[in-house]
């Protein structure tokens, strides 16, 4: 088993701790707030500073809010950079924008540290469970070294690239999740306004999703990408029309009931205006 340092024990963090735990981690934690740090007391030991904890550790896991924080746990008067003897890998687990991976992975260099970028997600429950999906970043070495960690608090654990990739992947799987809720909740408020019970349109998402494949069908199911529509066969080209058509039908129809019941949807409206973008036929 390896010597752990978790940087940041909130829903993340905390959750990582335990599923470690589990697996027989040795386990140092910090946070600024002492009642995070009391919350996992059971499983890891309290630690004054990021430097602190990472202090004897082979693999330090980052959990931190934003960039300016991961910033800070790195490369602070008492960050994890300036721990001696330093840990082998850092994983930053935090969502933070590309050119702050590019310079964590400058600055772990300086110091003879392997990183690797992890961006996470499934939610907290899952990370408590070791089962939360991490798109990871890095090169196979770093990757490798961080192993002992990934495994025990993630599954599936996908490499999707170089230093960064996980990172990127985590933004785009994100820009999916937040686009979805926003145009989820458009259609709550026109079922609502409309006299439908939302959540019998919720039983019928869920029972139907089961069968289309839900929002990512169009990527899973039909292999359709928004830039190759110029050079799809004419099989595909019919598909991708088909499908266009519904979504100005159906879509269309939708902005009218709003439109009626004195609604904006302003998500439907893109969707609608659109959506030739999104099967790549716009320019045809």
Same mark, same amino acid.
Request: aromatic content about 4%; charged content about 20%.
């Given at each position: 088993?390896?010597?752990?340092?978790?940087? @940041?024990?909130?829903?993340? @963090?905390?959750?990582?701790?335990?599923?470690?735990?589990?697996?027989?981690?040795?386990?140092? !934690?910090?946070?600024? +707030?002492?009642?995070?740090?009391?919350?996992?007391?059971?499983?890891?030991?309290?630690?004054?500073?990021?430097?602190?904890?990472?202090? @004897?550790?082979?693999?330090?896991?980052?959990?931190?809010?934003?960039?300016?924080?991961?910033?800070?746990?790195?490369?602070?008067?008492?960050?994890?950079?300036?721990?001696?003897?330093?840990?082998?890998?850092?994983?930053?687990?935090?969502?933070?924008?590309?050119?702050?991976?590019?310079?964590?992975?400058?600055? $772990?260099?300086?110091?003879?540290?392997?990183?690797?970028?992890?961006?996470?997600?499934?939610?907290?429950?899952?990370?408590?469970?070791?089962?939360?999906?991490?798109?990871?970043?890095?090169?196979?070495?770093?990757?490798?070294?961080?192993?002992?960690?990934?495994?025990?608090?993630?599954?599936?654990?996908?490499?999707? !690239?170089?230093? !960064?990739?996980?990172?990127?992947?985590?933004?785009?799987?994100?820009?999916?999740?937040?686009?979805?809720?926003?145009?989820?909740?458009?259609?709550?408020?026109?079922?609502?306004?409309?006299?439908?019970?939302?959540?019998?349109?919720?039983?019928?998402?869920?029972?139907?999703?089961?069968?289309?494949?839900?929002?990512?069908?169009?990527?899973?199911?039909?292999?359709?990408?928004?830039?190759?529509?110029?050079?799809?066969?004419?099989?595909?080209?019919?598909?991708?029309?088909?499908?266009?058509?519904?979504?100005?039908?159906?879509?269309?129809?939708?902005?009218?009931? $709003?439109?009626?019941? @004195?609604?904006?949807?302003?998500?439907?409206?893109?969707?609608?205006?659109?959506?030739?973008?999104?099967?790549?036929?716009? +320019?045809?």
């Amino acid at each position: 088993m390896s010597a752990v340092a978790v940087i @940041g024990l909130g829903r993340i @963090g905390g959750g990582a701790v335990r599923s470690l735990a589990r697996a027989g981690h040795d386990i140092s !934690g910090y946070d600024v +707030s002492p009642g995070a740090v009391a919350a996992v007391a059971e499983h890891a030991r309290g630690a004054a500073s990021p430097r602190d904890a990472a202090q @004897g550790s082979e693999i330090v896991l980052v959990a931190v809010f934003d960039a300016a924080q991961v910033r800070e746990a790195l490369s602070g008067d008492d960050g994890v950079l300036a721990a001696d003897p330093p840990p082998r890998v850092v994983v930053i687990l935090s969502t933070v924008d590309a050119p702050t991976i590019e310079w964590a992975g400058e600055q $772990a260099g300086k110091a003879g540290i392997g990183l690797v970028d992890c961006g996470v997600t499934g939610g907290g429950g899952a990370i408590e469970n070791g089962s939360i999906v991490a798109l990871v970043g890095g090169d196979e070495a770093n990757v490798e070294a961080a192993r002992p960690a990934l495994d025990a608090f993630a599954d599936p654990v996908l490499i999707m !690239g170089p230093l !960064g990739s996980g990172m990127k992947a985590k933004l785009a799987r994100n820009a999916i999740v937040f686009g979805c809720w926003y145009v989820v909740s458009e259609a709550a408020r026109l079922a609502a306004a409309s006299g439908v019970d939302v959540e019998k349109l919720v039983e019928a998402s869920e029972a139907a999703d089961r069968w289309s494949g839900g929002p990512m069908a169009l990527l899973a199911r039909h292999r359709i990408r928004p830039d190759d529509g110029a050079s799809a066969d004419e099989a595909s080209l019919a598909h991708r029309r088909l499908l266009a058509s519904y979504a100005h039908k159906d879509v269309g129809a939708a902005l009218a009931l $709003a439109a009626d019941l @004195g609604l904006e949807l302003p998500g439907a409206e893109i969707v609608e205006r659109r959506f030739d973008d999104a099967v790549g036929i716009s +320019s045809l």
